[in-house]
Each structure stands twice: as C-alpha cells, then as structure tokens.
C-alpha cells in the first residue's frame, strides 16, 4: 500500500511540475506541413488592437503574415515534442518578425510547433522562410482601400490562380466572428504542395467575410 501512495504521488507531481510533458510526440514524426498565412489588418481588428500590438502600428504595411509552419500526420498532429535541442535566442526570434509581425509569436510557434519538426530552432526559422517565399501572395488585396465583404471562396481562388501548382484540395480559409482569418496551404516536408487531411480542410462558408485593407 505504501508503495502504490508513494508511485501515485510521483505520478502527481510529475504532472504538476510538467514532467508529463515527456509523454508527448517524438519530434521529427508527422507527415506533412501545413503554412498558415494570417490577414494582419483582420488579425489587429479582431484582437491586436485590443492588446496595443506594435504589429498593428499604423507605420506598419503588414499583409499576409506568417503564422506558423506546422507538422501534421493525416488526422491530427503533434505539438510540444519533447526535444533536447536549444531554443531560439532572442535575436532569432526578433529576425522573424518581418514576416510574423512580433518575436512572440515566432517563440511561441517554435515552442508548439517548431520542437516536433526534428530541427535545430534556426533551421526551423529558415524553412519556415522558405515555405513563406515559395507561396504567392494575391497582390489585389493590398490595393483595397476600405474594409468590404467578400466571399470567402474568392480568397481561394485568387491564391489557386496565383499559384498554378496548388489545387484546390491544398489549401483552405477560414473565418473568425465573420472576419477572414486565414489561409492553410498543405506542403511535403520539401516544401512541395500536397493534399491536405480531412482535418485541415476546415472551409468557410461565409458569403460576405469582412476583409479590411491594409493600414
């Protein structure tokens, strides 16, 4: 009995001191990546405002940001693998910010996502670039003016007509309290486009998204 209290008790304060997190994914496991790009202007009028964030400083032109570059299997995917490999210093992280708007959210990318992709934090960092340079932007939206609504739909085709090597299988948009969010595009670990899981394809349906234009 002493025994069974002494391992329950362990076991407890493994979980409270986050030892627990031992029993995550094995980093360098998962089948694909998917890149999120990130509407800055809607991103900054659902919530950076509110938080003062220097990303959404009017002396900033952000457009489509660099939200992450995450490892996927076909259902579901890893986050906060356990690694022995040495975090991103501060001027890593700070040297993102081009493309993520904060070092912050470079970290915190690193943190859940760049550990399970069985990389050293400044070879994550340059992929993550990478990725990001290898997709095409629509320029269209960056000539927008005042905040209108739109299909959803046409911010998918404007990335397929941009891209020619994507399908539509690839890549989807989502929505947030009626805003266009963002855009997911599926990649090989070599960074060529492949179809996305069935967890991924997370379309919004929306037929008047708010899309605001750049400040």
């Known amino acids: 009995m002493r025994r069974m209290i002494l ?10 001191s986050g030892v627990a997190q031992a029993d995550g994914e094995k980093a360098g496991v998962f089948d694909y990546y998917v890149l999120a790009l990130s509407w800055s202007p809607n991103w900054c009028a659902l919530e950076g405002d509110a938080r003062d964030s220097d990303q959404c400083d009017d002396r900033h032109d952000y457009g489509w940001t660099l939200h992450g570059l995450w490892p996927q299997f076909h ?20 040297e993102m910010t081009d493309l993520m708007g904060s070092p912050g959210l470079a970290w915190h990318q690193w943190k859940k996502h760049g550990t399970c992709a069985g990389l050293q934090a400044q070879q994550y960092y340059d992929l993550m670039r990478e990725a990001y340079s290898r997709v095409k932007r629509p320029a269209i939206f960056r000539k ?9 739909s046409l911010i ?11 399908d539509k299988d690839m890549l989807s948009v989502t929505c947030r309290d009626g805003y266009i969010q963002e855009v997911r595009i599926c990649l090989s670990r070599t960074l060529s486009p492949v ?18 234009p750049v400040r």
């Open 144 to 152: 927008l003016e005042k905040e209108v609504t739109l299909p959803a």
């Open 75 to 94: 259902r579901g995917w890893p986050s906060y693998c356990p690694t022995s490999v040495a975090p991103p210093s501060r001027r890593m992280s700070g």
């Open 195 to 212: 179809p996305c899981g069935r967890d991924v394809i997370q379309e919004c349906g929306l037929k008047n998204a708010r899309f605001t």
């Open 7 to 16: 391992t329950v008790g362990l076991a407890l304060w493994a979980l409270g």
């Open 156 to 166: 998918e085709e404007a990335f397929l007509k941009a891209n020619p090597e994507l």
